[in-house]
């Protein structure tokens, strides 16, 4: 089955976090384009979970196990401690209920992965210092029509994995496929954060 | 590109006898049997193409084609199955089979008992899934199948495509379960007794031995198939196709046919207890209560899933309630948790429990790619 040779920057970023020979679990898989591609090069057993029936068809034809259901409701389909991953890629920020899918990830899994777009991002505070909500390539969205509901920055992310207890094993800031090591939180525009239980 | 550019076209049955006595769940043996049916496209050299469709309660082994070019009816699933459709017998050896205890042409209770001369009528056996899914694999057998590509099924069928993975787990690689259930629910045992009381309690009934007495219980049969037509529509599709509309325009006063649903329902029971057999009806309803993979397993599915090998997919449709995509998952739920390859999709449809045989665009979509990776697999 032919996979994607090469994947989009922040996906990579992912993938290179995923054990070969895991158990991966993708929450908003799309297309498939990250199973697809870990299946191909790291022999992962994985599935996909997605809102989208055309999404879920896609991913069938890419060879990938997609699981039709929406995130909001939990994670109902998978024990505990099933995985040894379960990534979240630029959809907390999307979610209502955004604590309660951090706790379900990490109950069927092992390891979260989760990436987000940073609020604090400089060009999104310069925005706002000129007067308006922030549109870019990360948050291509006007206020009005946004989906992205619960924003937030870095420093909010660690606090509320502090207020669960849970432990941020790793934490990766890039800007336009590059990592941000100086200043992150200013100078980062998408965050991707391992976290674990305690 | 002519109207059937996309038809098996005229097709006909054929039939196997298979005279190796057939044990049975409940416990007796059928000493010899026959069973009808179709075969579109061609198996490979490898013999590694073939597709089972595996027909719910009223269907049976015409899947695909007409009888003759004049025939007003195609087969129950041809929009699915032909040239190009989704399960596109370009590329797949497609099998339609009418199961035991079936009134289509294969061994049942109307059929002649070798042993007496006369209609088996009551003395018929209850066959259950796990036996038909057993009489399915010497059909395999004979055509040279030793191992379907997929196993298909809706309904009554998908139950059987899931014991196929299950019984067999060397001859399936893959199992596609459509609107189906790991077993039935309380509310759906009750649906199916109420269908065989009308039966059994029609004076015409006989006792299961009406063949004799030259009478067909169709009271029974026709109450039996409007209460089942209910539940395989939905409350929304059934609003929108009829509404409240009235035959006449206005209000009679009587307990004549005066709404449209009410005519609509019993021209489907009319037309229904006119070839459906009411054993069978009887003995295929009992099918559908009794399975229950999990049972041998102490209640649990994922044991009962442990030994399968084959990809799955499993769907379910918005609407259905009769086999609502609950049951769909807890399907899921299991393979999942007993480690097995599957994908899940929630259909959106107003056609109810029917629209395992309707073509909403994402279903179709759906079949397509999932089969159009079979036949990547098939052809590798």
Redesign the interface.
């Known amino acids: 089955m032919s996979a994607p040779a090469s994947l989009r920057p922040d996906l990579q970023m992912i993938a290179d976090w995923v054990t070969p020979r895991s158990r991966v679990l993708d929450l908003g898989c799309g297309e498939g384009d990250l199973l697809a591609w870990l299946q191909a090069h790291k022999q992962v057993s994985a599935y996909g979970v997605d809102f989208d029936v055309n999404n879920v068809v896609r991913c069938v034809a890419a060879n990938v196990n997609a699981i039709q259901g929406d995130l909001e409701a939990g994670l109902a389909e998978f024990e505990d401690q099933r995985f040894d991953h379960v990534v979240l890629s630029q959809t907390i920020q999307a979610m209502h209920n955004t604590e309660q899918i951090l706790l379900e990830m990490l109950r069927v899994g092992r390891e979260a992965i989760v990436t987000f777009p940073n609020f604090g991002y400089w060009e999104n505070r310069w925005q706002i210092l000129k007067g308006r909500m922030p549109v870019s390539d990360d948050m291509p969205y006007q206020w009005y029509n946004t989906p992205n509901i619960h924003w937030c920055m870095l420093g909010d992310f660690d606090a509320l994995c502090a207020k669960n207890g849970l432990r941020v094993v790793e934490r990766v800031v890039m800007t336009g496929g590059r990592r941000v090591h100086f200043l992150p939180n200013l100078r980062g525009s998408l965050a991707f954060y391992r976290v674990t239980r305690g | 590109m002519s109207s059937n550019a996309s038809s098996v076209g005229i097709v006909s049955a054929q039939r196997a006898l298979f005279d190796t006595p057939l044990p049975l769940a409940g416990g007796t043996v059928l000493p010899s049997y026959e069973l009808v049916f179709e075969t579109y496209g061609q198996l490979n050299a490898a013999g590694s193409n073939a597709i089972l469709i595996c027909h719910a309660l009223s269907g049976h082994h015409h899947v695909a084609g007409r009888y003759s070019e004049d025939d007003k009816a195609a087969g129950w699933w041809d929009n699915m199955i032909g040239p190009g459709k989704p399960i596109d017998t370009n590329h797949f050896f497609v099998v339609g089979v009418n199961n035991l205890g079936g009134c289509h042409g294969s061994t049942g209770p109307s059929s002649i008992d070798p042993a007496t001369g006369q209609p088996w009528g009551s003395r018929f056996p209850v066959v259950t899934v796990p036996d038909w899914v057993t009489a399915q694999a010497r059909l395999a057998d004979r055509l040279g199948v030793a191992r379907w590509a997929a196993v298909i099924g809706g309904s009554l069928g998908g139950m059987q495509a899931l014991q196929w993975a299950i019984n067999y787990p060397d001859r399936v690689a893959n199992a596609l379960v459509i609107a189906s259930a790991p077993k039935l629910s309380a509310q759906n045992i009750a649906f199916n007794d109420v269908a065989r009381q009308a039966i059994i309690t029609d004076p015409d009934f006989c006792g299961g031995d009406f063949y004799a007495q030259g009478t067909i219980p169709r009271r029974g049969l026709r109450l039996a198939r409007m209460l089942g037509h209910i539940t395989y529509l939905s409350d929304d599709g059934m609003g929108e196709k009829f509404g409240r509309m009235l035959r006449s325009g206005e209000y009679k006063f009587g307990y004549d046919v005066e709404f449209e649903i009410e005519s609509y329902l019993r021209y489907q029971g009319d037309k229904f207890s006119d070839y459906f057999d009411a054993n069978t009806y009887l003995l295929m309803t009992k099918a559908l209560d009794y399975f229950d993979p999990a049972k041998d397993y102490d209640g649990d599915l994922v044991a009962a899933l442990q030994r399968a090998t084959a990809s799955f ?1 499993v769907a379910s449709f918005t609407s259905d309630w009769r086999f609502s995509p609950e049951r769909s ?1 807890e399907t ?2 299991a393979l ?2 007993a ?1 097995k ?8 449809s107003v056609h109810g429990h029917d629209a395992f045989l309707m073509t909403d665009e ?1 279903y179709m ?2 079949m397509r ?2 089969l ?2 079979v036949a ?1 697999e098939v052809a590798a």
């Open positions: 997919m998952r899921v739920k999942i948790a480690g390859r599957v994908s899940y999709a929630e259909i959106e994402p979509n759906l790619a999932y159009q990776r990547k």
